[in-house]
Structures are given as structure tokens and as C-alpha cells.
């Protein structure tokens, strides 16, 4: 069995005259990993974090943190540390006294306090800061010091509150970088709470994607991407086009679809679909190419430019196919050094896929 | 954005004159009457009337001579203390309450904690009168003090509500998350960012409690505070002139020690504020 330090049995939480904030969770978080709980807004991946931490108690269920149910153990007893949202950092102390405030409770002498301090300081590389104030530092500074300071209680859990979402976007993607290679170092658990489906897949082990209260799906970012459960992951992380699909017959691994626009085409055979059955054939637009010329072979489609939208790296067209509401959207690599206009609009372009690409789900 | 400021000061200008002169209108109403406390309290008359009739301090020496006058102010300063301490320490447990927790019924309590600020002081002190009757407490300076920190308290904790409700709540909670106690979160976070709601609002109260006329004359015992004392003085007119020259030096007190408070409470609002944005 695999080393859990953190077991989360059917746990719910009803606010008081409210709606369920979680809806019978359970999720085991493996010791070392970097774990993430990603939804929208409201979707209960803050209530559960601040469950973990102790500053809300499940209404039912239980949380066991390494082996000890953790219902009725108060924060300030529990193995655990935060970053907060907000940094939370004192503001009536200096960064020194911010970091050392946990070990000043631990009765720790005062050499070896300096020494803890001093180290954190210099893991976050501000060393020499210890006399500002909280006011004096720049956003990415405070958010290094309510990450020193948690570290330096030697938690066997961190729990990260949307740590990054103050930070532009550049800083961002140093300390996604740096958040990383930290949590690598110090083989501590991070549970890591975003809404931020890019930060996710790029920092963690494995992730929960969770929705109302529920999680609808906890697997590796590869995974989640590539072989979402259903529409509402396939939808939430990355895009991804939805083709509403009937399945025509079903022979050995391959089945034949036919869905609006598309017409007829076979998809890998899922299990547990027959003949008549409604089904979601989903594909994502990098997965689609397009091109002037009529395909002699292969599934494809014939539809008409709508807009098409310049990155740089990659282009992303819409292509308006007849008998479908929704445009299909293709997302195509700049591979070559090409200065003109990619695709003439007033003519139709193909767009061709590999079925082994289409992601089927239930509906 | 840019023609904003300009427009802003056309208007101000095309009213300016108005606005000014019913602004300076409006301070002379309000602060010329309090003035002739301290002008009078320096004429060498017994009657408070023009023309002056030169200047003279022995009022202040009467004043000083007048021992239980000082009985009065000592009994007021006494009651003002207590007053103060006792409803800033409810104030503050009502706003960390109000503040910081959900409750059924919030809106009530805080509603039923506020309304003495509302209830016309006569009324108050009749009932807080009808009720020490009823329960055979003896008047004194206890009963006073008692019917001020009822009056108090809603001050104390308007001023610490809002001290509370404007530092981050995860304050509160980083503390107990790196190991500290309530209790210990309160004494290291809670009070030094209250700090100075707090001392706005002892101050506060001391001048409240210190001013108050109706409560004080309805529960008082054999010892008056000292605005009952002045009240009682009124009557002869050889005592006036001192009483002018105790409320000029009372007068300017309070005016200090509310500037005071209210200077500490800027300084910590300001400071937090740039804490907040940055």
C-alpha cells in the first residue's frame, strides 16, 4: 500500500444555512508529492485545504494526517503550515521576527533560533533583509517570506493558498519554477491549492480537479489532459473541441460515430458502448491540422475559416463547419519561417485528424 | 483623468466664496460660545458680562483653594478611569466577537450593544436609577461608574469594530497555524495591531464618562463628579468666575486628549493601509 500522510475519508462541509462547500471527498495525497486541487472559483478546493490546516472542521468524514485522525486537533497542533493568499505577513514585525515567530514558540536557544532564521533566509535568498519591515518588501519578497516561514517549522505537510495569483505573470513563472525545485529539495508534501490549470499541470505530481464540491477526477497532468473522465475536466483543463456523437456500431476496437458536421467517422472502441448509444467525441485543437488541399485518405472535414488569431509560436484558426453550431477549433505550430497569410479565407480548408487523438465520453 | 483636477478647482472656485464664508460662520457658532470660558475666567469680575474689567488669575487660585471642588474632580478622574478600562475591555471583547466570528443573531447583538448610544440619556439614568432601587444598591460613585461603562461600551466598540475589521483576518490565523494558542495568537497579533483602537478608545470613554452630566446626577451617592458639582455651584454667583477658570482647564484638557486620539488612531490606519496595497 502506497505511504499516505494525508487520508481524506467522505468528508463534507455544510456552512452554516449554506450549501455543501464539499460534497464527500475523498482523496489520498502520497508522502513527498506535489500535490494540486484545481477548480473554478466555489469549488471547494479552499474549504478543504483550510480543513487540512484546521481552520475549518468537516461537518462529516475525517482527515487523517500522517495515521491521526484530524477532526477535533485544533491548527495549532497540527503538523501542517500555510501560505496564505495574502502572505499574512505580521506587519507589526520585522522579516527576522515574521520567520522566527513559530520557533519562538518552540522555546528553541537563542544560537540555534538565529541559525534557523538565518538559514530560511538565505533558501529564499533574501539574506540581509531580517530588519525590514513587511510594508518594505515587494510582492514576490513577502510571498518568499510566508513560504520561509512556514518551512522553517519543518512542516510534514505545506499547504500553499493560491500562493502565485498576486504575482505578474513573469514572476509567476519563476517561482512555478522555483516552488518546483524547492518541494524537490526539501522532500516536503505541498498541497497546493489554484484556479490556474497552466500552473497546475506544469508543477505538480498529481492533481484534483474538483467542481460544486466534488472531485471529478485525480490522475497526473499528462493524464488529465490527455484522458480527461468526462466533459467537465475535458473542458476545464485546456481546450478541447466537443463533437455530440451516435454511436452507429460497434466492431472489435473500433466504433463508427456519426455526429453534426462531422458525418461519419470511427473512433478506438470504449468499453461498454453499443449501437445507438449518445457519446461525446472530444479532440484538442492542436490535434487538428489543416490544409487547402482536399484529403484523398484519412478522417477529415470540410468547413470554411471564421477567424483566425496569430501567437506567434502557434495560430489559432476557427473553422466553421456546415451542420455544426459551434466552430471547430484548430490550433496549428508555426513551424516554418513563412511571412503570408497561412490559409485563403474565401476558400474551404480541410481539417484532418487521427482517430486514435479523439477522447470519447459518456454524456 | 488629466482635466479632472482643474475642473474640480473651477467649481470649488465659483462656490469658494459662498462655501468659506458659511464654513467660517458655522466654526464661530460652534466654538465662540466655549470661547468665553477661558476669556472670562481671566476678568477680574464676578459678573460674566462686557466690558471686561481686566485680567487676573485669582479665580484659578479660588478654584485650587476649593477643596471639594477637588474632591469632585478626583471623584470624576476616579469614575473616568474605571469607565474607560472597563468598557474598552467589553468593546474589545465585542468586536473580536462581532468581528470574528459568525453568530446567529449578529445583527441583534451588535443592534442591542449599540442602542445606549440611542436611548436618551434621561431616560437611561431613570431606569438605571429605578432598577438599583429595586435591587437595594447603595448610590455612589459605583453606580455612576456603572451607568458610564453602559453608555461607554457602544463607543469602545464602534471604534474597535472598525480597528479589527481592518487588519487581514489570516493574521490570526497564520499565528495559530505556526503554533500559538488563541490566547497567545491575541497577546502576540490581536493587541498590538489594536493597539491604538485601544487607546483611542480609552480615551474616548475617560471623556465621555468624564463629561457626563445626566446618569451621574441620577445615580450618584453623597460624593458628585465633578460636572454634578459645577451644576450645583451655579447657584452662587461669587463661585462662577472659578467655575469658568476649572472648565477652561478642562475644556483645553479634553481638546488635547482628543486630538490625541485620534492622531494614534490615523497613525495606525495609515500605516496599515500601505501594508495592505503593496
Known sequence: MADYIIRIENVTKQFAGGAKAVDGVSVNIERGEFFSLLGPSGCGKTTLLRMIAGFEFPSEGEIFIDGQASSLIPSYKRPTNMVFQSYAIFPHLNVFDNIAYGLRKEGLPGKELNRRVEESLAMIKLTGFGKRRGDQLSGGQRQRVALARALVKRPKVLLLDEPLGALDKKLREEMQIELRQLQKSVGITFVFVTHDQEEALSMSDRIAVMSKGDVLQIAGPKELYEAPNCIEVASFIGNINLINATVKGVNGGEIALEGPGFGSFGAPSIEGVKAGDKIVAAIRPEKLSLTAQKPTSGAFVEGMIKASAYLGDRSHHQVFVKGRDEAVSVAAQNMEREMSADFDASKPVYVTWDPKSLILLKS | ?278
Open chain 2, 1 to 278: 483623468m488629466t482635466t479632472k483636477p482643474s475642473r474640480e478647482a473651477k467649481r470649488m472656485g465659483d462656490a469658494g466664496g459662498g462655501l468659506a464664508l458659511f464654513a467660517i460662520a458655522y466654526l464661530l457658532f460652534l466654538y465662540v460660545p466655549v470661547l468665553f470660558l477661558p476669556l472670562f475666567s481671566f476678568n477680574d469680575s464676578i459678573f460674566v458680562s462686557f466690558p471686561l474689567q481686566g485680567f487676573t488669575t485669582k479665580w484659578y487660585e479660588q478654584m485650587f483653594a476649593d477643596e471639594d471642588m477637588l474632591k469632585a474632580l478626583i471623584a470624576s478622574l476616579q469614575v473616568g478611569g474605571v469607565v474607560a478600562i472597563a468598557s474598552t475591555i467589553l468593546g474589545l471583547l465585542g468586536a473580536k466577537a462581532v468581528t470574528r466570528y459568525r453568530m446567529p443573531g449578529q445583527g441583534a447583538v451588535t443592534g442591542l450593544i449599540m442602542l445606549p448610544l440611542f436611548i436618551p440619556e434621561i431616560i437611561l439614568g431613570i431606569s438605571l436609577l429605578i432598577l438599583v432601587n429595586a435591587l437595594d444598591i447603595p448610590l455612589s460613585l459605583i453606580t455612576v461608574a456603572i451607568g458610564h461603562i453602559m453608555l461607554c461600551t457602544p463607543f469602545a466598540m464602534a471604534v474597535l469594530t472598525s480597528r479589527l475589521d481592518g487588519f487581514d483576518r489570516s493574521l490570526e490565523e497564520a499565528s495559530m497555524d505556526l503554533g500559538e494558542t488563541p490566547w497567545m495568537t491575541f497577546w502576540r497579533v490581536t493587541f498590538p495591531l489594536a493597539a491604538p483602537g485601544i487607546v483611542s478608545s480609552l480615551l474616548l470613554a475617560f471623556i465621555v464618562s468624564f463629561d457626563e452630566f445626566l446618569l451621574s446626577f441620577f445615580l450618584q451617592g453623597r460624593q458628585p463628579t465633578l460636572p454634578v458639582y459645577i451644576w450645583s455651584q451655579l447657584r452662587f454667583p461669587s463661585k462662577l468666575p472659578s467655575v469658568l477658570s476649572l472648565g477652561a482647564i478642562i475644556l483645553i484638557t479634553s481638546c488635547v486628549l482628543v486630538f490625541f486620539a485620534e492622531w494614534v488612531r490615523q497613525l495606525g490606519t495609515t500605516g496599515d493601509r500601505k501594508v495592505g496595497v503593496a
